[in-house]
Antibody, heavy 118, light 107 residues
Framework: QVQLQESGPGLVKPSQTLSLTCTVS??????????WSWIRQPAGKGLEWIGR???????NYNPSLKSRVTISIDMSKKQFSLRLNSVTAADTAVYYC??????????WGQGTQVTVSS | DIQLTQSPSFLSASVGDRVTITCRAS??????LAWYQQKPGKAPEVLIY???TLQSGVPSRFSGSGSGTEFTLTISSLQPEDFATYYC?????????FGGGTKVEVK
């Protein structure tokens, strides 16, 4: 059974870089069968897609975040990562990673709360 | 960006009710629309993809229909475990976008 688990600091200072990692178990991240996506959800609000990566490091980003976002993949560690630069309070959210089938996301990680505050 | 408008935003219903949620897209997304269920403190889970395909393991009381710009999610007989928030998502155009959500509450 495929499982995804987000990890990273829960508190980031304004203007610094948010870095999260998603570890995939029970599936081959290098199979070429899937994309791997990041999504976030501010408290009490809806879902925002951040971006996706495909094996070979092909990436697509939400234009609203594109200038600040980098998604990378480490197939040897079965991990993909999110870096978001120059964070502000507006980046405070629960961040999810998900296996991206192209036309749906499944499964999702449990999510990790990231708070931007000094 | 393609805007997805869900209606209603809130819905009060009773166990056994038939529930229908609508998702309208600001431009056509073909059939590349998915529906998710999210319970408090949990990650979303896919129910339906490509507008009408039921995800494996999802009860058959859930169904989806539509194409182009108008889609519906129907729960034929609401069960206690179905009280949750539902989101639609389009995967036809970048950026991928989600609807604002429909919260199904106990009447």
């Amino acid at each position: 059974q495929v499982q995804l688990q987000e990890s990273g600091p829960g508190l980031v200072k304004p203007s610094q870089t948010l870095s999260l990692t998603c570890t995939v178990s029970g599936d081959s991240i290098s199979s070429g069968s899937y994309y791997w996506s990041w999504i976030r959800q501010p408290a009490g609000k809806g879902l925002e897609w951040i971006g996706r990566i495909y094996t070979g490091e092909i990436t697509n980003y939400n234009p609203s975040l594109k200038s600040r976002v980098t998604i990378s993949i480490d197939m040897s560690k079965k991990q993909f990562s999110l870096r978001l630069n120059s964070v502000t309070a507006a980046d405070t959210a629960v961040y999810y990673c998900a296996r991206d089938h192209g036309f749906w996301f499944d499964p999702w990680g449990q999510g990790t709360q990231v708070t931007v505050s000094s | 960006d393609i805007q997805l408008t869900q209606s209603p935003s809130f819905l009060s219903a009773s166990v056994g009710d038939r529930v229908t949620i609508t998702c309208r897209a600001s431009q056509g997304v073909s059939s590349y629309l998915a529906w998710y269920q999210q319970k408090p403190g949990k990650a979303p889970e896919v129910l339906i993809y490509t507008a009408s395909t039921l995800q494996s393991g999802v009860p058959s009381r859930f169904s989806g229909s539509g194409s182009g710009t108008e889609f519906t999610l129907t729960i034929s007989s609401l069960q206690p475990e179905d009280f949750a928030t539902y989101y639609c998502q389009q995967l036809n155009n970048y950026p991928l976008t989600f609807g604002g959500g429909t919260k199904v509450e106990v009447k």
